[in-house]
C-alpha cells in the first residue's frame, strides 16, 4: 500500500487542522492505520493508531482529548482532526499502515508516507 499524508500547514496555538491520509491499492480496509510525528532534534513518536473496522482507537497520552483519529474505507483515507493545537504539536506527520494490530511501536508498522509538515506558532 502506498501513502500520501496531506493537509499539514501553519497555525497558531489553539488552533486546528486536519489532515488526510489517501491510500493506494485495494486491501486498504484490510490494514490498521495510525500517524507518526518526529519534531526537529527528536525521536519519533506515536500519535494516534485506527483498526481496520475503525471500532478501536490509540492515542498517545499527549493528545487524547485533542485529537482524533477517523478512517472511510470507502474513500481509502484516513484523518486527523487536530484541535487545541500547541506549540509542541510541531513536527512532521507520518501516516502509517500496518497489519499487527492497533499498536504504537514504529517497527510494527510496515509502509509510511512521505510526512506532512505541522507548525503551530505561540
Known amino acids: 500500500v502506498q501513502l500520501q499524508a496531506s493537509g499539514g500547514g501553519s497555525v497558531q496555538a489553539g488552533g486546528s487542522l486536519r489532515l488526510f491520509c489517501a491510500a493506494s491499492?485495494?486491501?486498504?480496509?484490510?490494514?490498521?492505520m495510525g500517524w507518526f510525528r518526529q519534531a526537529t532534534g527528536k525521536e519519533r513518536e506515536f500519535v494516534a493508531a485506527?483498526?481496520?473496522?475503525?471500532?478501536?482507537?490509540h492515542y498517545a497520552d499527549s493528545v487524547k482529548g485533542r485529537f482524533t483519529i477517523s478512517r472511510d474505507n470507502a474513500k481509502n483515507t484516513v484523518y486527523l482532526q487536530m484541535n487545541s493545537l500547541k506549540p509542541e504539536d510541531t513536527a512532521i506527520y507520518y501516516c502509517?499502515?500496518?497489519?499487527?494490530?492497533?499498536?504504537?511501536?514504529?517497527?510494527?508498522?510496515?509502509?509510511w508516507g512521505q510526512g506532512t509538515q505541522v507548525t503551530v506558532s505561540s
Open positions: 502509517v499502515a500496518s497489519r499487527a494490530g492497533v499498536v504504537s511501536t514504529a517497527r510494527e508498522y510496515d509502509y
Open positions: 491499492g485495494r486491501t486498504f480496509s484490510t490494514y490498521d
Open positions: 485506527i483498526s481496520w473496522s475503525g471500532g478501536t482507537r
